[in-house]
T-cell receptor, first 111, second 114 residues
Framework: KQEVTQIPAALSVPEGENLVLNCSFTDSAIYNLQWFRQDPGKGLTSLLLIQSSQREQTSGRLNASLDKSSGRSTLYIAASQPGDSATYLCAVETSGSRLTFGEGTQLTVNP | SAVISQKPSRDICQRGTSLTIQCQVDSQVTMMFWYRQQPGQSLTLIATANQGSEATYESGFVIDKFPISRPNLTFSTLTVSNMSPEDSSIYLC???????????FGQGTRLTVV
């Protein structure tokens, strides 16, 4: 059974800092890994999708990496802003279009 | 990409009643998914809904409690039946991933049962 773990559970940083969120998964037989953002009480917004054959994806200040063999992904956020405050979730796709989610990292960026 | 309109966005319901949540997609999709997010927790898949067939439920979820309809390729509903306070959660519908494409989610329905 696939299990996804995210570290840290919560993170508080001053504005402008670069930061790294971590995601690990137990079964390397994945199709892809996706990072999402969730604002309180809201739905999920897709940030980045990394296919299993890829190592990295970038979108603006966000960079996500994938090491499938070791079961790890990182989300790097450059020059953090208060508007980045949210919960960040990673999810892996396995067979049957099934997504398994981590518990999330709650990020607070302080002005 | 896909745009999903989910409603209601929130509701407060009396125990013992039922609530039907609707999701409308702006394109035709084969599979739609329903998730539950209990307070402070991550998402758990309830069921997969395919058009023209019965939904497939995950372990711990049953059709009598969470009946799902999928009348066409752009629409689905999830009903939370005979509600109790333990059903208070955010319910989300999604499309994808499919063939290495992204998964997209509705805005979520925040349900409080009193």
């Amino acid at each position: 059974k696939q299990e996804v773990t995210q570290i840290p559970a919560a993170l508080s940083v001053p504005e402008g800092e670069n930061l790294v969120l971590n995601c690990s998964f137990t079964d390397s037989a994945i199709y892809n890994l996706q990072w999402f953002r969730q604002d309180p009480g809201k739905g999920l917004t897709s940030l980045l999708l990394i296919q299993s054959s890829q190592r990295e994806q970038t979108s603006g200040r966000l960079n996500a990496s994938l090491d499938k063999s070791s079961g790890r992904s990182t989300l790097y956020i450059a020059a953090s802003q208060p508007g980045d405050s949210a919960t960040y979730l990673c999810a892996v796709e396995t067979s049957g279009s099934r997504l398994t989610f981590g518990e999330g990292t709650q990020l607070t960026v302080n002005p | 990409s896909a745009v999903i309109s989910q409603k209601p966005s929130r509701d407060i319901c009396q125990r013992g009643t039922s609530l039907t949540i609707q999701c409308q997609v702006d394109s035709q999709v084969t599979m739609m998914f329903w998730y539950r997010q209990q307070p402070g927790q991550s998402l758990t898949l309830i069921a997969t809904a395919n058009q023209g067939s019965e939904a497939t439920y995950e372990s711990g979820f049953v059709i009598d409690k969470f009946p799902i309809s999928r009348p066409n390729l752009t629409f689905s509903t999830l009903t939370v039946s005979n509600m109790s306070p333990e059903d208070s959660s955010i319910y989300l519908c999604s499309v994808g991933p499919m063939m290495n494409t992204e998964a997209f989610f509705g805005q979520g329905t925040r349900l409080t049962v009193v």
